[in-house]
């Protein structure tokens, strides 16, 4: 079984400080890594994605990918209220098969 | 506008009653998803298409079954042997340009209550 591990929080974080959500995959051989938002009652919107070793920045978000240790995670700059939500990770294992999520971690920025 | 539409918002189940969820896309992406989420769960694939007229099951495609008519239609059908389908019910779409890379779209999602 191909899993994806997050820790499901609550992470509270005061507003103006950077969030950071963890995540990681037990497929070595997983190609592409995915980080989702989900608001309470929506369905998830992508946030990023990241395939390469390193970070990658867009904006307020920074996803950071460590493939030697099967470690993906996501930096949220100036955290804002409206940020508050589950966040999902999402891996696309070996092999031709889709996406395997997180259970997510819910984020709440406190005003 | 492109995009995913799913109908209905909320769907009302009887026992023994089979139902069926509507997925639409007209994002002319090839790849077709479903995927059920309980409370305090995470997303768990049910059946996906790569193309049309072939699916395959995902993880807990019991009590469920699908059909790939049109590249735009991915209806899912939920069978009275599905005995807990209370849930949140969400379709998704990708290009298809290669499993390894490939971001989904997800649907506004439907959500299943039994009566």
């Known amino acids: 079984q191909k899993e994806v591990e997050q820790n499901s929080g609550p992470l509270s974080v005061p507003e103006g400080a950077i969030a950071s959500l963890n995540c990681t995959y037990s497929d070595r051989g997983s190609q592409s890594f995915f980080w989702y938002r989900q608001y309470s009652g929506k369905s998830p919107e992508l946030i990023m994605f990241i395939y390469s070793n390193g970070d990658k920045e867009d904006g307020r978000f920074t996803a950071q990918l460590n493939k030697a240790s099967q470690y993906v995670s996501l930096l949220i700059r100036d955290s804002q209220p409206s940020d508050s939500a589950t966040y999902l990770c999402a891996v696309i294992p070996s092999g031709n098969t889709p996406l395997v999520f997180g259970k997510g971690t819910r984020l709440s920025v406190i005003a | 506008d492109g995009g995913i539409t799913q109908s209905p918002k909320y769907l009302f189940r009887k026992e023994g009653q089979n139902v069926t969820l509507s997925c639409e896309q007209n994002l002319n992406h090839d790849a077709m998803y479903w995927y059920r989420q309980d409370p305090g769960q995470g997303l768990r694939l049910i059946y996906y298409?790569?193309?049309?007229?072939?699916?395959q099951k995902g993880d807990i495609a019991e009590g469920y079954s699908v059909s790939r008519e049109k590249k735009e239609s991915f209806p899912l059908t939920v069978t009275s042997a599905q005995k807990n389908p209370t849930a949140f019910y969400l379709c998704?779409?990708?290009?298809?340009?290669?499993?390894?890379?490939?971001?989904?779209?997800f649907g506004p999602g439907t959500r299943l209550l039994v009566l």
């Open positions: 998704a779409s990708s290009k298809n340009r290669g499993m390894s890379q490939e971001t989904q779209y």
């Open positions: 298409s790569q193309i049309v007229n072939d699916f």
